[in-house]
RNA sequence: GGAGAGAUGGCUGAGUGGUCGAAAGCAACGGUUUGCUAAAUCGUCGUACGGGUCACACCGUACCGCGGGUUCGAAUCCCGCUCUCUCCGCCA
């Protein structure tokens, strides 16, 4: 959520932010109940006053005395009143607190203008892409996939979208697991390993509840989530917590397998290991000060960046414009990697920088020496990186006359062989 | 899964219906004293929301695991839930 000050102080700057994504949220409702709500509780606190100054006076009574009696008789109606307003604030706060969750985090001014895709700016490219080669060809058409991947028996033991990878590609999935991992733990981001299911106020408090519930797995008899992103575990390790300034910034990323119901997908996007249900990524979080937070993105970027560097892979980065970048986010850059046999950019990487707006949800805060009081912190993650989608541009990249698949070097020791070879 | 015990401020821990936001101690922070360290001593020492202020100050309200209830009044009584600990069972 955005800073109530911003709401009520200048609302033209979130009316203007609220513009820029595109995003149908009805402002006016939202200070009008913040302003009724306001009222309601002056009102009641006000009756609450009184009361305790009264319960103070009673105290200090002869009990049963004929005064005291009165006394229990004025304050019964004004208990009675108390509970009434409260009834009523209660069910403002309800409304309230919805409409005040309904409006999107302020883009930051340097995010372009724009409402599609193609209006996002690409920042920079990285890599040759090779063009015209004699064997592009996409992965799912590989003719012995199945050596390295196997969809039919993903579908069925589970359903569509849960692939089993095979041998040299298990080998490989997990070779990039620890590639990332590794190069994080050398990069001074302190590695963990997180829960893979998480209870309501952990999703709420990231984002994915209310509005995203129908884009995660729940378990029936606990009501628990399966996390979409390592995201959500790690940014709620440090919820409902005041940390000190000396400990800022704190840089973390975890390995999770990530699960995603993607209702509503279609189409070549879900061919292959393009989009599937569950798959394996590396996260990378940061907490730091709010004055920092942008030089961070930069930096977190880069970091993403160098992963795909240290991969060979071409790819491209784009700053996401207005209309196109999340709800919770102030400047959000994504990282595509070129897959030669489809042609295509394939995103594996999301870097974003959402200043306040998910700590004061999950309330981060840390004690600021300077003024002595509790500020919010700014939070930021990105990719780093996801699996599947690299896996596909080391395929198809690496692919050779002779149908074998050459592996970036970096990944040689983990695979213990510099390709993969048909049988 | 079964039986029992418990949950109070950063920590330890008092408090069983009425000036309790909460004793005391520890830790922390600031001052004084001291040749340094240590010790002593005085003071400060929660959070949120609302009002107020240019900003402070200040004022009000709420918060003693969470949610309900009883009552004029609840940390304290009643009900439900969650979590932690101990014992038993099961188990990678």
């Known amino acids: 959520m955005i800073d109530l000050k911003i709401l009520r102080e200048s609302p033209d700057v979130a009316r203007d932010g609220i513009r820029k994504k595109h995003i149908d949220c009805d402002l006016e409702a939202v200070l009008k109940a913040d302003e009724e709500r306001r009222k309601l509780i002056v009102d009641v606190e006000s009756l ?38 409260d009834v009523a604030l209660k069910a403002l706060d309800e409304t309230w607190n919805d409409l005040y969750l309904s409006v999107p985090n302020i883009p930051h001014e340097s995010v372009p203008e724009g409402k599609s895709e193609s209006e996002n700016v690409e920042y920079k490219t990285w890599g040759e892409i090779p063009q015209q080669e004699a064997y592009q060809i996409p992965h799912y058409d590989f003719d012995w996939l ?55 106020e952990s999703a709420t408090a990231t984002g994915q509840l209310p509005d995203k519930e129908g884009q995660m797995y729940q378990t029936i008899q606990d009501g628990l989530y399966a996390i979409p992103t390592a995201e959500v575990p790690l940014t709620n390790f440090l919820r409902d917590e005041i940390l000190e300034e000396s400990d800022l910034p704190i840089y973390r990323c975890g390995y999770s397998a990530c699960f995603r119901r993607e209702a509503g ?26 004055e920092t937070s942008y030089a961070e993105l930069d930096s977190l970027r880069e970091y993403a960046e160098s992963l795909l560097q240290k991969l060979g892979l071409p790819y491209r980065a784009l700053l996401m414009c207005g209309g196109v970048m999340g709800f919770s986010q102030t ?24 200043e306040s707006f998910q700590s004061r949800r999950a309330k981060i805060r840390y004690k600021d020496l300077e003024t002595g009081k509790n500020e919010f912190v700014h939070t930021l993650n990105g990719s780093g ?13 690496g692919l050779q006359a002779d149908g074998s698949v050459k592996l970036p070097e970096v990944l040689v020791p983990y695979m213990g062989k510099d390709r993969i070879e048909p049988k």
């Open 48 to 85: 609450r006053a009184e009361q305790k100054s009264a319960n103070a006076e009673m105290a200090q009574m002869q009990k049963g005395s004929p005064e005291f009696l009165e006394k229990v008789g004025e304050m019964r109606t004004l208990s009675s009143s108390i509970k009434e307003i």
């Open 146 to 200: 199945e050596q390295i991947l196997d969809f039919k028996r993903g579908t069925k033991v589970t359903g569509a979208g849960f692939p089993f990878f095979v041998g040299d590609g298990a080998r490989l999935a997990r070779s990039l697991v620890s590639f990332f991992l590794d190069q994080a733990g050398e990069s001074g981001i302190q590695e963990m390993a997180v829960p893979f299911f998480v209870n309501a």
């Open 265 to 290: 997908s279609y189409g070549k996007d879900v061919r292959g290991l393009n989009r599937v249900h569950q798959f394996d990524k590396v996260e990378v979080l940061k907490w730091v000060k709010p």
């Open 331 to 354: 400047k959000q850059y994504d990282l595509e990697v070129w897959a030669m046999g489809q042609q295509r950019w394939l995103e594996v990487s999301s870097c974003s920088n959402f």
């Open 385 to 397: 990186l996801a699996v599947p989608r690299v896996f596909v541009a080391i395929l198809e990249n």
